[in-house]
């Protein structure tokens, strides 16, 4: 166990994926909330959640379930919240007017060194913190991907203003914890995840869209074949590997790259319309809502097993 306090802002689907993961190596977490029942139920949820895994032989850390949950603490009062904490991991909705009031707050509130790394997964440090009468160079975006205690990946992205020293040491604190962060040199909109998944999803909309291919197989493509490569390789080392060298690669394909992507057209408003409700209909087939819930734990299952089974081939 450990004596270093983190704060977690917000108990919502995130912030207990977070409270579990800082409190499975030990830390001394404090998740608070505006609302009193919303922290009570977070805490009852996360209890269960820790025996649950447990059983499943997915419980991260080395410490049993009680000890893990006996880290873990919750209040409704923000300045206890703060005191002490050495860092605050934000998890409030994402409401660009909410995050703003909340940043202004904790201006005043937190200790000189405390870093504060905000959950966000579209709005860019700047946005929320420029404002900031003082501490705004402890600000960062710390963006997991959903659900966090399976996905380790985690975006590091500064304001122009963030104080570098804040930045490696978010860093450090989520290799730490058992996470994969990537460090982006400044911040950009979208990230780089995103970026890269509106890319896809939009060409997704585009093929479904003009019937070139159904959701089912759109899917197929990626889980039986760009998702198994993406699992072990990124696209670069990819056309590395598929060619003599990356070099090689851009010679030999770069030029039919370039012509095919002349064709994808400008970029689709994704909004309710003919597109959407086909979409929405073969995804009702694929997963009744009635099912969801289901699906949603053998997605946890397969993302466990699948990090486990990478572990294993290292
Ligand atoms: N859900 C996802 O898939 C996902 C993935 C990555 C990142 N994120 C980001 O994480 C953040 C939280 O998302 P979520 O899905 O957990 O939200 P959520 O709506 O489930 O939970 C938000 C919680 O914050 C509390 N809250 C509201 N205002 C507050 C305030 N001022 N102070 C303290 N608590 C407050 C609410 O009572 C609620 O319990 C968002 O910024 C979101 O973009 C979400």
Known sequence: MKSEKIGIIGSGLIGRAWSMLFASVGYQVM??????????????????ELYVLKAKK?????LSPA??????SVTTDISELVRGAIYLQECIPERIDMKRALYMQLAEIVEPETIMGSSTSTYMPSLFSEQMPKRRENVVVAHPLNPPYYIPLVEIVPAPWTKPHYVTRTRELMIEIGQKPVTLSREIEGFVTNRIQYAILNEVWRLVGDGIVSVA????????????????LGPLETGHLNANDVS?????????????????????????????????AECEAMVPKTQMKARREQRDRFLHELVELKKNLK
């Open 248 to 280: 090689d690669y851009v010679q030999r394909f770069g030029g039919e790259i370039y012509a095919v992507s002349q064709t994808y057209g400008p970029t689709p408003k994704m909004e309710p319309g003919a597109v959407l409700s086909k979409i929405a």
């Open 67 to 72: 000890e893990q949950f006996k880290c873990i």
């Open 217 to 232: 197989d759109v899917d197929r493509v990626m889980t039986e074949g760009l998702g198994l490569r993406y699992a072990l």
């Open 31 to 48: 998740l608070y909330d505006i609302l009193p029942e919303q922290t009570r139920s977070a805490l009852e949820e996360i209890q269960k």
């Open 58 to 62: 997915a419980l991260r850390g080395k």
